[in-house]
């Protein structure tokens, strides 16, 4: 996905189990030289713009999440997120199951960490939690984070910091949609009343020795846990 993703970051979607890449015949080249075996198929014209309908609005308790493309529900508060190289537009389940699980704690400051696109400080913060602190080690998701937080006029502390080395803010909620392994290493280190995780599958669970388990929720892939600092 990663290679994928640097090959053609704006026409990259996954369907039926497949990584389908929308690009050129460059493009084509680069991906065979990249993953060997490619299957390519020609498309009508306008296949640009062909992977927006991948990218589809979802609305999370009070929030509405999706693409400028897309008109916000009535009633609702809408968040726009633009998707580009980082991760994250709101419809994966692990990032509905992450904002979902946050809603449902008291306002507070928080923490997000592994922000990419932005989507979970930027709901955060148009739901009324804050101070809220984004921070990624990839300059492509900080810079995203911060054209989205732009346009949904919310402020966050932004910083790019590896979660897993670099000094953490404490905060009354951390939210880190990271890998499983990622997440414990995140929990040894964070200094947080409340913990959020996701990224893993169903069937995982990860082990944190400094937070008891509070509450889970599942997806048909993916899950979210919530965590009480002990």
């Known amino acids: 996905m990663a290679k994928a993703l640097a090959i053609s970051p704006a026409g990259l979607a996954e369907e039926d189990g497949l990584l389908v890449v929308y690009t050129d015949q460059a493009g084509a080249d680069s991906l065979r030289e990249a993953f060997g075996a490619v299957q390519v198929e020609p498309v009508a014209p306008g296949w640009e713009d062909e992977w927006r309908r991948f990218h589809v609005p979802v609305s999370i308790g009070p929030l509405w999440i999706g693409p400028p493309w897309h008109d916000p529900s009535p009633g609702l508060i809408p968040v726009m997120i633009e998707p580009g190289r980082a991760f994250g537009t709101g419809a994966h389940e692990t990032t509905r199951l992450s904002i979902s699980l946050l809603l449902d704690l008291p306002r507070g400051s928080v923490l997000d960490a592994g922000c990419g696109s932005g989507v979970v400080a930027i709901a955060a913060a148009k739901a009324g939690f804050g101070p809220v602190v984004a921070l990624d080690s990839e300059e492509a998701a900080v810079e995203a984070t911060a054209r989205n937080a732009a ?52 069937g995982e669970e990860p082990r944190l020795p400094r937070f008891r388990h509070l509450e889970r929720r599942a997806g048909e892939r993916f899950a979210a846990d919530l965590h009480a600092r002990k």
């Open 151 to 202: 346009a949904n006029a919310v402020e966050l502390e932004l910083r790019r910091a590896d979660v897993l080395e670099d000094e953490l803010p404490p905060a009354d909620i951390a939210v880190a949609n990271l890998t499983l392994a990622a997440v414990e290493g995140f929990g040894e280190r964070v200094d947080a009343v409340h913990l959020v995780s996701s990224g893993y599958l169903v």
